[in-house]
Each structure stands twice: as structure tokens, then as C-alpha cells.
Antibody
């Protein structure tokens, strides 16, 4: 069955970078875009960004643009999210999500990972 | 940027019908998706493309979209339906996903 598992969370100092991984299984990763979504403690869902199925198109949330990069390694079955210059308001649970349709970044998210917690604190 | 507006909270008695709205400018022109998030868990898709249900989602969950408001309706509400519900669209003008602020459904 479709499975997404995020990893790489933990406690990070302000100003440092982080890299999160999203390991995908149970479907052909190379046919699907992958989105990242985050959720600050006690707050709602916030879209972070997306990478297209072929890696040729990437879109990022305006509040994060310039600080984040999403990449993919289909051979390893993994999508990555890098965030630079971490700030306190980057604290939260980070999810990766799979659209329900191939080759589009616009479809609804039919599968989510369990999330990984990132805490930015000195 | 496109904004989706949801009521912060909705209450419903067990067995009754809950209605959760999602307001947005001319939202009827967009495909609206709804996700349920129980405490401490990842979101789960319950309605996509305004009114379609993924397999495994009860028929009690339904959606509609007209004018400036999309609606998620939950009939015969159960205690297990208590969760946060989020509407979501793709904003073509910005090429961004947009989430509503979320609605906490209480079944009491």
C-alpha cells in the first residue's frame, strides 16, 4: 500500500539548516509530484512547496521562498526538503503528501506521511 | 493571494448533521478538497473535487461548491467525527496550494 515516511526532524539552532526526507513506497514515485506541508503547534496546515513528478517544476510558499529547496531522488525513493537560516517560526510538524493523480501538482492529497517534528530553539 | 475562510468551530449533537463552510472569492470555479485531522494524527482526505469521496470514506461525508462557498456536510454525526477539518484549493494565479484556517468539529 501507499506509504510515506518523513525523517530528519529534531531540535535545531536558529540560523542553522535542516534537511528532511520523505521515503515513499507502494507506488511509482517517479510518476507523482510530492508536496510538503507544515503545521506549527496548535495551528493550522500551511503549504510549504511542491516538486513535480519529473523534478522540472518546483513551487514554494512565498513566506519560505529563498530559504527552501525541494529535490527528489527517485532511484532512492526519496524526496527532500531543505530549509536554510532556520527561525523559531519554522517550528512544527512537517508532512509530505502525495496527490491522487499522476503527473499533476494540482490534485487532492490522497496520502500523507505521519510527519516529523522540527523544533528550532537555542 | 487567495484566501479561504472557515469558521473556527462547529458543534453538532450526535446523530445530527454538521455543516462546515469554506468561503473564497468565486470558489465555485475551483476544485475544493476537504481533509480530516484527528488530534496527533496526519490529515486524511475525506472529499475531493468538491463532492467525490475516496474509497473507504463513509457516505455520511459529502461536499458541495457554489458561488463563494464550499460546504462539507457530515450526516448522522458520530463521536469519531470529532476532528479538525481543512478545505484546500489550488490557486492557479500563484501556482500555490491554499488551505483554509481549519474548523474544529465538536460532537456533543
Amino acid at each position: 500500500q501507499v506509504q510515506l515516511v518523513e525523517s530528519g526532524g529534531g531540535v535545531f539552532q536558529p540560523g542553522r539548516p535542516l534537511r528532511l526526507s520523505c521515503a515513499a513506497s507502494g507506488f511509482t514515485l517517479s510518476s507523482y509530484a510530492i508536496h510538503w506541508v507544515r503545521q506549527a503547534p496548535g495551528k493550522g496546515l500551511e503549504w510549504v512547496g511542491v516538486i513535480s513528478f519529473d523534478g522540472g517544476d518546483k513551487d514554494y510558499a512565498d513566506v519560505l521562498k529563498g530559504r527552501i529547496t525541494i529535490t527528489r531522488d527517485d532511484a532512492k525513493g526519496t524526496v527532500y526538503l531543505e530549509v536554510n537560516s532556520l527561525r523559531g517560526d519554522d517550528t512544527g510538524v512537517y508532512y509530505c503528501a502525495k496527490p491522487r493523480l499522476e503527473a499533476t501538482i494540482r490534485a487532492a492529497f490522497e496520502a500523507w506521511g505521519p510527519g516529523t517534528l522540527v523544533t528550532v530553539s537555542s | 493571494s487567495y484566501v479561504l475562510t472557515q469558521p473556527p468551530s462547529v458543534s453538532v449533537a450526535p446523530g445530527q448533521t454538521a455543516t462546515i463552510t469554506c468561503g473564497g472569492s468565486d470558489i465555485a470555479r475551483k476544485n475544493v478538497h476537504w481533509s480530516q485531522q484527528r488530534p496527533g494524527q496526519a490529515p486524511v482526505l475525506v472529499v475531493y473535487d468538491d463532492s467525490d469521496r475516496p474509497s473507504g470514506i463513509p457516505e455520511r461525508f459529502s461536499g458541495s461548491n457554489s458561488g463563494n462557498t464550499a460546504t462539507l456536510t457530515i450526516t448522522r454525526a458520530e463521536a469519531g467525527d470529532e476532528a479538525d477539518y481543512y478545505c484546500q484549493v489550488w490557486d492557479r494565479s500563484s501556482d500555490h496550494v491554499v488551505f483554509g484556517g481549519g474548523t474544529k468539529l465538536t460532537v456533543l
